[in-house]
């Protein structure tokens, strides 16, 4: 029947890199087994064919000194000195014929190659190849050579030692390859396991945040820098989710909370009305109230939902020419009245226009709820000056307002631009917290920025910046 085995290979980055170390280390090793191999045979061949042809050389130079007798005679010497096993040599005429050889009982196989005597005879001077026998492991090489006139000597000599050595360098070769590859997969993967261990830590921490808390972070090694690289910009991350999360986390408490407030008191206020209604209550004035409560409530959702469209861009901003002295002034007279009635001085000094481009309406509310702070957080008597001036640079316009008031505390500076935040010491001032969120959200959309400084006790310095509107 037939079945199919499936191999499950572990999916793990460190096994991959592993497989593919083992795999390249294999194959260059077979590459230098290859190269070598070759290098090895061809210079054996080599060495021997000019053992050979040395060989041959001498017998021509004895036939042509001393004669085909003294040939024939050196040719048996040679062949029992060097072992019948090992040489044999074959006189041969032109047409092939041979007439004379050594001991040829070990060579009986071995027969006269007619081609490579004629090539002899066409010129070449000496013509070589290797023969295997069957039943035997090593091979023999044969030479053909010229040694005087018609008389061609076959020279054949057995391989047994190059294959030998050869074999020899093959199991060597493969033991010792073997061991390094065995100690380079090790190492590899020793080596992989090391290299990876940050990203498991990476991996670990985000488990971890996932089960627990946002506060964990991935421990900073110096042994690896591209993985420290990894664990800080995670860490950093970390930092920005977190911030992010308490953030939505308060301004969902205060949402609740400033929410409340209102639906408590319409709630009463209908509770009121059924509870009077039997006794004959006056109806107008809860309505009026239910009326009051549900504008602030209104007003809240509008604002939130300005400051969110601010926040992504500027929206349906409508823009002009504005001149930033102007809009000041104007909220300076508005809230002027207000000032007086709670006995703080309120001052304008815009000693030149400030023009800039953008939303005329957006632009006065942003310094309405600017100079209203300043009034609802200045207790009198106090003074409040509103002030028009250039930056250093003169690419900015700026417009601060600086009250003698309660200040803000050191911890709660960098919050007060949140939504929904109010310093604890102006929660009786009433308001919702949403006042500094939306004029931050309009300098934004504008390119502009707010910056806020600050003495708890001694006041508070709100400046408004603006890109200059550039002359054309
Ligand atoms: P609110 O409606 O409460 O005034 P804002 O967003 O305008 O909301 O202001 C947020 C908080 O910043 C205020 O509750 C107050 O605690 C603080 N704050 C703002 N302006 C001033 C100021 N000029 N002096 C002191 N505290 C201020």
Redesign the pocket.
């Known amino acids: 029947m037939p079945f199919a085995i499936k191999i499950e290979l572990p999916r793990s980055l460190s096994f991959r890199l592993t497989l593919w170390y083992g795999i390249i280390f294999l194959l260059s090793s077979c590459l230098a087994f290859l190269f070598f191999y070759v290098l090895i045979s061809t210079s054996l061949k080599q060495r021997l064919d000019s053992r050979l042809s040395d060989k041959i050389s001498e017998f021509e130079a004895i036939y042509n000194l001393q004669g085909l007798e003294e040939v024939k005679s050196a040719a048996l010497i040679e062949s029992q000195a060097a072992g019948e096993k090992k040489i044999f040599f074959r006189l041969l005429y032109a047409s092939g014929v041979a007439f004379s050889s050594s001991n040829m009982s070990y060579w009986q196989e071995i027969g006269i190659n007619r081609k490579a005597v004629a090539m002899l005879v066409k010129g070449r001077s000496r013509v070589y190849e290797t023969l295997t026998l069957a039943g035997r492991p090593d091979r023999v090489r044969i030479a053909y050579g010229i040694i005087g006139r018609g008389v061609v000597v076959q020279l054949g000599y057995s391989m047994e030692n190059d294959t030998s050595f050869i074999a020899i360098f093959k199991k060597i070769f493969l033991i010792t390859m073997s061991v390094l590859i065995l100690t380079a997969v090790l190492a590899g993967w020793f080596m992989a396991r090391r290299a990876l261990s940050g990203v498991e830590a990476v991996t670990r921490t985000a488990q971890q945040i996932s089960e627990s808390d946002l506060s964990r972070r991935v421990p900073i090694t110096s042994r690896h820098e591209e993985i420290d690289r990894l664990a800080v910009t995670f860490n950093q991350m970390l930092d920005r989710i977190e911030k992010l999360v308490v953030g939505i986390r308060e301004m969902g408490d205060n949402i609740a909370h400033d929410l409340k407030s209102p639906v408590a008191r319409i709630r009463g206020m209908a509770e009121l009305s059924i509870s009077d209604s039997s006794c004959g209550g006056n109806d107008e004035t809860l309505a009026g109230s239910t009326i009051e409560e549900c504008d602030r409530l209104l007003d809240m959702i509008n604002t939130m939902l300005m400051i969110s469209k601010s926040d992504a861009g500027a929206g349906d901003a409508n823009m002009e020419l504005v001149d930033m002295a102007e809009v000041a002034c104007g909220a300076a007279a508005l809230f002027g009245p207000l000032a007086e009635d709670k006995g703080v001085s309120l001052n304008c000094n815009m000693p030149e226009p400030l023009m800039v481009e953008g939303d005329l309406k957006m632009l006065q509310r942003a310094i309405a709820?600017l100079v209203d702070?300043?009034i609802?957080?200045t207790p009198s008597p106090g003074d409040i000056d509103i002030r028009g001036f250039h930056d250093k640079d003169n690419e900015k316009i700026n417009v601060s307002i600086k009250?003698s008031?309660?200040?803000?505390d050191t911890d709660d500076l960098p919050k007060?631009f949140n939504r929904f935040?109010?310093?604890d010491q102006?929660r009786a001032a009433g308001?919702?917290?949403?006042?500094?969120?939306l004029a931050r959200a309009i300098a934004h959309v504008h390119g502009g920025e707010i910056h806020v400084e600050?003495t708890p006790g001694n006041g508070?310095v709100?400046t408004f910046s603006l890109p200059r509107m550039q002359s054309s």
């Open positions: 709820n702070n300043a609802k957080y009250d008031g309660i200040g803000i007060i935040f109010r310093c102006s308001g919702s917290g949403l006042g500094l969120s600050s508070s709100f």
